[in-house]
């Protein structure tokens, strides 16, 4: 990795410094080494660590070796390049480089250094396979740090996801659809980049927890704005249900509905054995399967359901009625025209002819005021977040150099395209980048997309030097 190239005339090496700072900052570590690698004297043992947060280790070993850091000491790491030689190595899968890595963090307290730290633990355990570790780390990071990074926040949702109660399903759902929430409302939105979502998918399937991942990919799919990443990894994850174990249980307990009370608990008992021990989808357990029967129907209605609770909504609940009051009359016409045609109907067989019109007309009538109730919400939830989505892209044409450092999402590419304005164009800096100017104070702004390669990311950089003092004109100095 070449370190002593330099980006060119018309972008310096502040401006280039700054937009890597801001890039690690947001959780960038790739951008950020490529573009210090453009740098002259760039630090090795600074590319080293963003290596490592990239997911690099032994990338992070080799440059360390070039300065002979990738070896800590046996009594301990003396530098920060051996406290990163220490996270590699244990990332590696080194338990004694895990070990000194612990001991160092029992002695960090500044607030700083203790992120920095948490981050080389997160970044060192979870490819050892210490997922207690890493989720302690990643959670910690968000809550108490503040991270709201891609990778910050996609170890936050893998972790409270796999940590979901395995034996009730309703908690398992709740948390399960609050961690969904917490990715939809992050910056970028989750449906503007699905980045950290695809993380937090991609670590539990790696975990092995594949109804994890569906539950997850599903919440946050279904719980709000979505988009076509979104859609496809809902559809990648998916658990599929079998057909016969969600039937055949049903058809069996109609077939006792005519033995009377004794037949209905007889069903009722029929369909919870056979749910029991005979999986509709195989594989997961009781709970999950429970789980993704609720978060697989849930919608988000006015940004407080989930789908994991039931309450009473007047409309359904009337149309529900009102379908009772119309099964009794349908119940009345379907038994005296079967008793017409069978004089000698048994009991049983007049119940189920009953139990059909008085339990099917008021579901059927509730599911469709239910669904009519649901997209108009859906509806009207779309055209209020589309309006403050709108609200806030309006001030995304004045200059913002005196305030954010960098910006991410649609305000990011709205202020791109309506802001900024071209400037000459650098081929050293890393592809898929561009360099634009603020036309009111000459600020240079780095355009690229974030690691999901979805939401626009601009990073702004070192405010242009003054130009040099010209010579006064002749005949005007010195005394007059």
Known sequence: MDTTATPGPDVDDRSVRSWAQHAEALGEPGLAADLLTTVDRADVGHLARLALLDGRPADALTLLARGGADVVPAHGPTSPEHVVAAAARAAQGDEGALVTLLHVGSRVADPQQRADFLRLLAAAAGPAGRHDLADDAWVTLVSEHGDRTPQGLGGWAAAHVARRDAARSTDAVRAVVGVARGLQEALPAAADDAGATTLAVRDLQRRGDRAGAALLAAAVARGGRTSPDLRALRDETALHRRRAPTVVPWILALLLLPLGVVGIALGIGVVEVLRRVWRRVPGVSLCDERGWDTVD?????????????????????????????????????????????????????????????????????????????????????????????????????????????????????????????????????????????CPLTDMPWLVTTTTGGRATLVLRGAPPLPAAAAPPPPGTAGYL
Do not use: K, N
């Open 297 to 437: 129907g849930a919608r988000l209605d006015d940004g407080r359901q989930t789908g994991a609770h039931s309450e009473v909504r007047p409309l359904p609940a009337l149309a529900a009625l009102v379908g009772f009051v119309a099964g009794i009359g349908v119940a009345f016409e379907v038994d005296a025209r079967v008793r017409a045609l069978v004089p000698g109907l048994g009991d049983g067989w007049a119940m189920l002819l009953w139990a059909v019109p008085l339990l099917g007309v008021p579901a059927l009538s509730f599911v469709l005021v239910e669904s009519a109730r649901r997209a108009l919400v859906r509806r009207r939830v779309a055209r209020e977040g589309a309006a403050d989505r709108a609200a806030q892209l309006r001030s995304a044409g004045a200059c913002r150099c005196w305030d954010p450092v960098a910006a991410v999402g649609p305000f990011a590419a709205a202020y791109a395209s309506e802001h900024l304005v071209a400037a000459p164009r650098c081929t050293s800096l890393p592809r898929g980048t561009a360099v634009r100017r």
